[in-house]
């Protein structure tokens, strides 16, 4: 990961402005000049890659039931978010844009305009994810970095054992590893798990209120990147930036436009 900069990534997008892991979010967050987009993927119940949070459908669409019992063509009739019709209405969008995307479309639609950050999700319903997503990064030539020297796409979850799966495949893949804490902890990593994490991981995403400079600068010592998540307040992100965090997850890509 870049070792200088503050990286904004777009979580699932501009989400705060366009339904989340939606092509209309992912294009919106790529004119207001974001550095990544963070999208999810879950696999459908004929094998195909799709772009989602949840592992079911009920809250952003129309219909109940689990991504993994579906098949693709089923989860295009859906169209993603219950306020649609209303941003359809703001953003000039056709319903058509707001069809669950699978990850191919979302790549061939935004490939060469920004990088990805892209979140293995509920690893133990779908068999072969981790082989199927890196199968894709290669045929679409995310494996590598761009003409900044940035990676061109990176991996990140909160499934330790995804990671390590995808790192035996393709070790050159970026991985960070998603940690959370509790309410009010401080982030603090035991020698065992930062001994683990070295083997694999290039950095790791953490929820920004258990940050501290302490434990940036062991991590940063470690050779490990630090990203925040999921900040939309303007004051905690330049607190994060000072502290000498590597970027943060945001609904609001334009955070820090002012």
Same mark, same amino acid.
């Given at each position: 990961?870049?070792?200088?900069?503050?990286?904004?990534?777009?979580h699932?997008?501009?989400?705060?402005?366009?339904?989340? =892991?939606?092509?209309?979010?992912?294009?919106?967050?790529?004119?207001?000049d974001a550095?990544?987009?963070?999208?999810?993927? !879950?696999?459908?119940k004929?094998?195909?890659?799709?772009?989602? !949070?949840?592992?079911?459908?009920?809250?952003?669409?129309?219909?109940?039931?689990?991504?993994?019992? *579906?098949?693709l063509?089923?989860?295009?009739?859906?169209?993603?978010?219950?306020?649609?019709?209303?941003?359809?209405?703001?953003?000039?969008?056709?319903?058509?844009?707001?069809?669950?995307p699978?990850?191919?479309?979302?790549?061939?639609?935004m490939?060469?305009?920004?990088?990805?950050?892209?979140?293995l999700?509920?690893?133990?319903?779908?068999?072969?994810?981790?082989?199927? &997503?890196?199968?894709?990064m290669?045929?679409?030539?995310?494996?590598?970095?761009?003409?900044?020297?940035?990676?061109?796409?990176?991996? !990140?979850s909160?499934?330790?054992?995804?990671?390590?799966?995808? *790192?035996?495949?393709?070790?050159?893949?970026?991985? &960070?590893?998603?940690?959370?804490?509790?309410d009010g902890?401080?982030?603090e990593?035991?020698?065992?798990?930062?001994?683990?994490?070295?083997?694999?991981?290039s950095?790791i995403g953490?929820?920004?209120?258990?940050?501290?400079p302490?434990?940036? =600068?062991?991590? !940063?010592?470690?050779?490990?990147?630090v990203?925040a998540?999921?900040? =939309?307040?303007?004051?905690?992100?330049?607190?994060?930036?000072?502290?000498g965090?590597?970027?943060? *997850?945001? =609904?609001?890509?334009?955070?820090l436009?002012?």
């Amino acid at each position: 990961m870049p070792e200088d900069g503050f990286l904004v990534i777009a979580h699932r997008g501009a989400s705060a402005y366009e339904p989340e =892991n939606t092509l209309p979010s992912f294009e919106l967050a790529e004119e207001l000049d974001a550095d990544y987009i963070e999208l999810d993927v !879950h696999l459908t119940k004929d094998g195909e890659l799709v772009v989602m !949070h949840d592992d079911e459908v009920d809250r952003t669409t129309e219909s109940i039931g689990k991504i993994k019992d *579906h098949t693709l063509a089923e989860l295009k009739e859906l169209t993603a978010d219950e306020d649609k019709d209303e941003k359809v209405a703001v953003s000039g969008r056709n319903e058509e844009a707001y069809e669950i995307p699978t990850l191919v479309e979302v790549i061939e639609e935004m490939k060469g305009d920004i990088r990805f950050v892209i979140e293995l999700k509920d690893t133990e319903q779908y068999f072969g994810i981790e082989e199927k &997503l890196v199968d894709v990064m290669s045929e679409y030539g995310l494996i590598g970095t761009d003409s900044k020297g940035y990676p061109k796409a990176v991996v !990140h979850s909160f499934d330790e054992e995804a990671l390590k799966k995808v *790192h035996k495949i393709d070790p050159s893949i970026p991985l &960070l590893q998603l940690i959370s804490f509790d309410d009010g902890e401080e982030a603090e990593l035991s020698k065992k798990k930062l001994k683990d994490l070295l083997s694999y991981a290039s950095g790791i995403g953490v929820s920004y209120e258990a940050l501290t400079p302490p434990f940036v =600068n062991t991590m !940063h010592g470690e050779g490990l990147a630090v990203y925040a998540y999921t900040v =939309n307040d303007a004051e905690a992100a330049l607190r994060l930036k000072a502290m000498g965090v590597n970027g943060i *997850h945001t =609904n609001e890509p334009d955070l820090l436009d002012e």
